[in-house]
């Protein structure tokens, strides 16, 4: 799997969101300077987004976006796979891509692919958005180790 930065914006963008989540619609601007997200190419996403029934929003003054569904209902694997396809190391084993390739049978390299494959998608598919805000509170009550 090889993620974009379409794909890595998506989920910064979901993440920051779900901080946000109890709290109401967020200002596009404060997402894009939070995350450090071109202001354009986040509009872009969200409208990915929106479409897929991930984000909602509201416009005017007043206006911004939020999660359409709470973390615990969005899972990394759905926003990967929205942004950037087939989470598979290479085509050859992608459950949505058929192998055109004629050394498929005979090919010894495989049964690793598929193991990348299934292990990626046993992260992804059962890691949340509010299993990422728990990472987000340990990252910040941790204290820097400086040690050398």
């Known amino acids: ?14 993440l920051d969101l779900a901080q946000y989540y109890e709290k109401g619609l967020v200002r596009v601007k404060d997402i894009s300077e939070r995350q450090d ?3 354009k190419y986040l509009e872009q996403i969200i409208l990915i987004l929106k ?3 991930y984000v909602r929003s509201r416009r ?3 206006g911004g976006i939020a999660l359409a569904k709470p973390p615990e209902k969005i899972r990394l694997g759905e926003i990967i796979r929205l942004t950037d396809g087939a989470t598979s ?26 193991d990348i494959r299934d292990y990626t998608n046993r992260i992804v ?4 958005f509010a299993d990422m805000l728990d990472r987000v509170k340990i990252i910040e009550t941790t204290e820097p180790d400086y040690a050398i």
């Open 37 to 39: 997200i071109p202001k």
């Open 1 to 14: 799997m090889k993620l974009t930065y379409k794909g890595d914006y998506a989920l910064k963008i979901i």
């Open 60 to 62: 005017g003054p007043d």
């Open 89 to 114: 190391p290479i085509t050859c084993v992608s459950k949505t891509e058929p192998s055109s390739c004629r050394a498929f049978a005979g090919c010894p390299f495989v049964d690793m692919w598929r």
């Open 125 to 128: 598919d059962h890691t949340t």
């Open 51 to 53: 479409g897929a029934g």
